[in-house]
């Protein structure tokens, strides 16, 4: 569990350093003057800054990530609930399928006398 908890948490500070690394791409590469750009990409680090300073990227991130862990555990409960299900679907069949064996065993017994 430990080491999904690192899986999930390295793949959230992927996400987040490619959402940056493409607004950034995506502020360089706009047809702006140079000034009007320097300002807003100061605007937005300055608001990014905010935003993680006062904790709500933190907090967004860890519901995320509780979220995502619910969520696997609903999966793997589900899966368990199904794999008993299947198990005991196949074991009924099995029986089934064993009785008609023997009442066909049994009817040509009787029909061979």
């Known amino acids: 569990m430990a080491e999904h908890n690192q899986k999930s948490g390295g793949y959230f500070r992927g996400l987040v350093t490619g959402v940056l690394i493409g607004a950034g791409t995506a502020l360089l590469l706009a047809p702006k003057r140079g000034e009007e750009l320097r300002g807003e990409l100061a605007q937005n680090a300055a608001e990014w800054k905010d935003k993680a300073a006062s904790g709500s990227l933190a907090d967004r991130a860890q519901g995320l990530k509780e979220r995502a862990t619910e969520l696997g555990q609903t999966v793997a409960q589900k899966a368990q609930e199904y794999k008993a299900k299947g198990q005991a679907t ?9 009785d008609i064996v023997d009442d066909a065993t049994e009817h040509d017994a009787e029909e061979s006398v």
């Open 90 to 98: 196949l074991e009924e069949v099995t029986e089934n399928a064993s």
